[in-house]
């Protein structure tokens, strides 16, 4: 625990060990810090098609421990341990955990973002099995089936124009009586023959037996319920930034997410954002490792400096 280390990376996700192997192959003394396993939010996708280099997918856990082995053949540690707080402002940066402190020159924030949730009994069980928070991810899963998508912003719409073009029938389902999305989505999804809008409405339960068999709804003006088939929905309506050990250090945009631009630097010298928890227009894997590769290069012409 008296170790200094060069750059302590908050997060095992694609963009913190994407880093992690930029900074060790750069000799810089690395750290990462991760509470469950390596992978972030793509360990829990079952198959990952968009990722560069795998002709026939891969799925999402062993892709990030591929990641974690690539970064510690070239010298990053990996510790499995929780932070509970950040000490950001001071030229040695520390991180206390539940193994004890972690010193740096620099730190990697890669805490990422988690989809905000239906609410609805039985979601986390049927995630990735008929529950998806990506359409992007997982929509070619979905390739002539029947679909839902819940929400109501430039996501949710996006989302549904993307699965218009692969799903037999895309139910766009919304708690209001018009998007909030920006006019541009508008037109398209009125011209999208295969998009069938669902107002005022709400998600009340999932159901299914053996099988994800699709949504009850509820009319948010009468209570009434129907029901609506589907084989699979895409949950759109936001993501939760992890930016609780943060907060009051680190400067952050309006929606909550770590203000940094596309140098990754944040208003903290030496302290840097990486992947969903960045200020950022796409959240992918291949933007959060891009990220990785960014900060690196920063963290090293900082402790250059």
């Known amino acids: 625990m008296d170790k200094l280390y060069d750059v302590l990376i908050v997060g095992g996700g694609p963009a913190g060990y994407a880093a992690a192997l930029y900074c060790a192959r750069a000799g810089l003394s690395t750290v990462v810090l991760e509470k469950l396993s390596a992978g972030g939010q793509i360990a829990l996708t079952e198959q990952v098609d968009n990722y560069p280099g795998f002709d026939e997918g891969i799925d999402g856990f062993t892709l990030g421990q591929k990641m974690e082995a690539q970064a510690e053949r070239f010298g990053a540690e990996t510790q499995l341990c929780e932070v509970l707080s950040l000490d950001l402002t001071g030229k040695i940066k520390v991180a206390h955990t539940t193994d004890g402190d972690f010193r740096g020159r620099t730190v990697l924030l890669a805490t990422g973002a988690n989809p905000r949730p239906l609410g609805v009994a039985d979601e986390e069980a049927w ?10 991810c997982d929509g070619m899963f979905y390739r002539g089936k029947t679909v839902a998508v819940v929400g109501g912003g430039n996501t949710a719409a996006a989302d549904a124009l993307l699965l218009s073009r692969v799903a037999k029938e895309v139910h766009l389902i919304h708690r209001r009586d018009s998007l909030r999305a920006t006019k541009v989505y508008h037109q398209p999804l009125q011209e999208a023959e295969n998009v069938i809008f669902h107002w005022n409405a709400t998600v009340a339960a999932l159901n299914h037996g053996e099988t994800f068999t699709g949504l009850t709804l509820r009319d948010k003006n009468t209570g009434a319920l129907t029901e609506l088939p589907c084989d699979g929905v895409f949950v759109s309506i936001g993501r939760q930034p992890n930016t609780e050990l943060v907060a009051g250090q680190v400067a952050l945009d309006p929606a909550g997410y770590i203000a940094a631009d596309e140098t990754t630097r944040t208003n903290i010298p030496g302290v840097f954002a990486v992947g969903d928890v960045r200020t950022k227009e796409l ?9 990785g590769a960014v900060a690196s290069h920063y ?3 900082y402790l250059a400096e």
Do not use: F, P
């Open 299 to 301: 963290a090293a012409e």
């Open 283 to 291: 959240r992918q894997v291949v933007t959060a490792v891009a990220d």
């Open 127 to 136: 995630l990735g099995r008929g529950i998806h928070y990506c359409a992007a």
